[in-house]
């Protein structure tokens, strides 16, 4: 595409902007800023969407005691079992096991400290959720998702 066709529609970008490929007038390509694009703007909405409904989904189970904090952690960054596994040098079994919260309240210093450090927390955060978790809300509209 030309560097002058290349789409500008409102994004959920914000006042960043994607850089993309385009032809300049000698049929160079050149690097061009694009605000958005409908489709990829409505796809990534989408994603973010999901993103917001999988940690309220978590954090409505932390809270009613279903899982551990771990949950939370792991949707915020988003992760699955088997990738914090592989950070945290553990098998997938075990962690789904923390995901436990009796289990998880007996983890040792240690453990915690690993998954602290995977999360970039202090190990003593491992334990607490925000009190109004929000992601992605300027993404959303400003809406956070109802826990």
Request: with cysteine; proline share 7%; net charge neutral.
């Amino acid at each position: 595409m030309k560097e002058t066709d290349v789409p500008q529609d409102q994004a959920i970008l914000g006042p960043w902007h994607e850089i993309c490929y385009a032809l300049d007038e000698g049929g160079r390509y050149v690097l061009a800023p694009s605000a958005g694009w409908d489709p990829a703007n409505l796809a990534n909405r989408q994603a973010w969407e999901t993103i917001a409904a999988e940690v309220a989904r978590a954090v409505s189970a932390v809270r009613r005691g279903v899982e551990s904090p771990l949950s939370y952690h792991m949707a915020v960054q988003q992760m699955d079992v088997a990738l914090l596994a592989r950070y945290v040098k553990l098998s997938r079994w075990r962690v789904r096991r923390h995901l436990r919260p009796e289990i998880f309240r007996k983890l040792n210093p240690q453990l915690r400290e690993r998954y602290a450090a995977v999360f970039r927390l202090a190990a003593a955060d491992l334990d607490r959720l925000p009190e109004h978790p929000e992601i992605a809300c300027e993404v959303l509209g400003g809406e956070a998702p109802a826990p």
